[in-house]
């Protein structure tokens, strides 16, 4: 029996961090998003599905500081992406990042969670969508599949959603109709629910009372989930776990960036339609929840259907009636822009090998991975039919910060690399690493391969201290007594480290590159941004973390089992050895002629 092809090629080790050369694209994808497309298909209306569950009873009127640190930390992620999308020239989205600048194995891990991101992202919005027209209706759906096919399991939803099912699979179609079709219906989404807001913010202002964020405890009823009182009803640790979950709403930009073989021009267009949606977001989510929270006491508020309860309870009919249905829209708007990536990731990964090849096939009539939106639809149907809103929020939360993660990761590796062709892969021009090459005593100006290796050990070493300092600040809060002065311990020790490995990063040089735009203040900002995405998934539920991880598992099971033996990078090597021998007999059988 012949070998496994990767130990006849090399080693394992070389199987997992093998990098992609160039990002070929076997068929013409229609290139036909103009940049306001690219920026209402970024535009994260997820507004509608958060301002309820996070001021109800997770951050009260300081919800509003939630989105602010989430739009922070979403705009530094949003730079990373600004960056990177200038630097591959087809296909872009973070697992083609990872692929070139760190290997195959981590591409496929972020690609992987990309997938689970944007399915979740999608059964989540077409929950929360089917969740306001089933009150707006009286709940008829809800009372019977309660009555009739409860479902008895504590991780799952109470009844299955059937609705939910049907709005996804048909969104789907549409998705897989065209890019043109699609883009234009969301574009009119987009439009509707920008009036809508407008709308909300206009009569929320209007309505408002201030002193909702001014509530004294001892006004707050009894049997309310109403912690403290004041704008702070429930801390810090409240604005951060609300900040946390708040990630759901901007997945938006991520979409933008894996649309770059539809875009018309996305060299100039991708990074300023990143900027855009995330402006946007951010005046809307702040806009809406300010207004909201100060029309209605923060532990009044419907966490499925906010506006819906709260303009029949202000007994304003016409209102709700506009702003539900704009609501509804806006939800379609985020249904199509969660969805819309995702035949986009699944055709990357397939034609590169890692996944299962029927899901890069153009199809030749509509010009779209026709096969991978309909699976798609059918997976997120799945989920948003069996799950409730809150874990599908959390998971897509927790998907977006490791893609940020990773992002940020990519950007700190790609700077410092040795970018010399004569130095790439060569370990001969290693002239030793000592003391002085990890504090740069030599002033190097221009990354070498002993500066590189450094660099890698550098932001490996500050990427496992920031998840150690995130995960003993997250449980600081739950512990009291001896355990809670050792969490303390452990996080001045990890921001002592943190600081050092930041430091000894910021004297090693970095590539000499001519890009159209480049992250600022390298490594301070890539190095914050771990330490608040890390912290942030740390506020997230276990429970939340044991579902994406058992999603995670089933990922890695695949590149195991398939990817690895199937990867088109991988394979080169055996390709060029069976062209070499045919070229060989080739030269015997015309020598022998001879």
Same mark, same amino acid.
């Given at each position: 029996m012949d070998s496994p092809w990767y130990k006849s090629t090399g080693s394992l080790t070389w199987a997992l961090t093998r990098k992609k050369a160039d990002v070929p694209s076997k068929e013409k994808i229609n290139q036909v998003l103009t940049l306001f497309d690219l920026i209402a298909l970024g535009t994260g209306w997820g507004v509608y599905v958060l301002v309820g569950a996070v001021a109800n009873s997770i951050a009260g009127p300081s919800a509003v500081l939630s989105f602010v640190i989430t739009a922070v930390v979403s705009a530094f992620s949003g730079l990373f992406y600004a960056e990177l999308a200038g630097r591959v020239p087809k296909a872009r989205s973070a697992y083609i990042y990872s692929y #070139?600048? #760190?290997? !195959?194995?981590?591409?496929? /891990?972020?690609?992987?969670?990309?997938?689970? !991101?944007y399915l979740i992202g999608t059964a989540s919005s077409a929950k929360a969508m089917t969740n306001y027209c089933d009150s707006l209706l009286g709940n008829p759906q809800k009372r019977y599949m309660t009555e009739y096919f409860p479902i008895h399991i504590s991780f799952l939803g109470s009844y299955p959603d059937f609705a939910s099912f049907v709005v996804i699979v048909i969104i789907a179609l549409l998705v897989a109709w065209g890019v043109r079709e699609s883009s234009f219906t969301n574009n009119i989404f987009t439009a509707l629910n920008l009036i809508t807001v407008g709308i909300v913010i206009v009569t929320g202002f209007y309505k408002a009372d201030y002193s909702n964020w001014s509530i004294p405890k001892s006004e707050i009823p009894s049997d309310a989930k109403g912690g403290e009182g004041g704008f702070l009803p429930f801390g810090w640790v409240g604005v951060t776990a609300g900040a946390a979950k708040c990630f759901y709403g901007f997945i938006g930009f991520d979409s933008i960036a894996m649309t770059g073989e539809e875009a018309k021009n996305p060299k100039r267009d991708i990074p300023l339609a990143i900027v855009a949606s995330l402006f946007l977001s951010t005046i809307a989510y702040c806009g809406v929840a300010s207004v909201l929270t100060l029309m209605c006491p923060y532990y009044l508020q419907d966490a499925d259907a906010p506006f819906l309860v709260l303009y029949g309870n202000l007994d304003m009919p016409t209102i709700k009636i506009i702003v539900t249905g704009g609501a509804i829209f806006a939800l379609c708007t985020s249904i199509l822009g969660t969805l819309f990536p995702l035949p986009c990731i699944l055709y990357a990964m397939a034609s590169d090998g890692l996944l299962f090849k029927f899901l890069s096939n153009i199809n030749a009539t509509t010009k779209t991975p026709l096969i991978s939106t309909v699976v798609c639809g059918l997976f997120a149907g799945t989920l948003a039919a069996v799950f409730n809103l809150d874990q599908l929020v959390d998971m897509a939360s927790i998907g977006t910060l490791q893609a940020y993660t990773i992002v940020c990761i990519c950007v700190l590796i790609l700077r410092y690399t040795d970018n010399s062709p004569s130095n790439q892969d060569d370990t001969t021009k290693s002239k030793g690493i000592t003391v002085f090459t990890w504090l740069n005593w030599s002033n190097a100006k221009v990354p070498n391969f002993d500066t590189q290796y450094v660099s890698?050990?550098?932001?490996? +070493?500050?990427?496992?201290?920031?998840? /150690?300092?995130?995960?003993?600040?997250?449980? =600081?809060?739950?512990?009291?007594?001896?355990?809670?002065? #050792?969490? =303390?311990?452990?996080?001045? +020790?990890?921001?002592? /480290?943190?600081? /050092?490995?930041?430091? =000894?990063?910021?004297?090693?040089?970095?590539?000499v590159e001519d890009l159209s735009f480049k992250v600022p203040l390298v490594p301070i900002i890539p190095c914050l941004s771990i330490v608040l995405n890390v912290y942030l998934m740390m506020e997230l539920e276990y429970k939340t973390w044991i579902s994406f991880t058992v999603l995670l598992i089933c990922g890695l099971l695949i590149y195991l089992f398939y990817g690895i033996g199937h990867s088109l990078e991988g394979n080169k090597p055996k390709i060029d050895i069976n062209t070499n021998q045919i070229k060989l007999k080739q030269s015997s059988l015309l020598l022998g002629y001879l």
């Open positions: #070139v600048a #760190v290997g !195959e194995f981590i591409a496929f /891990v972020i690609g992987w969670i990309q997938i689970i !991101e890698r050990a550098l932001i490996f +070493i500050y990427s496992v201290c920031a998840f /150690v300092f995130g995960l003993s600040l997250a449980n =600081m809060k739950s512990h009291y007594g001896n355990t809670k002065n #050792v969490l =303390m311990i452990i996080n001045i +020790i990890s921001i002592l /480290v943190l600081l /050092v490995t930041l430091f =000894m990063l910021s004297r090693l040089p970095t590539a």
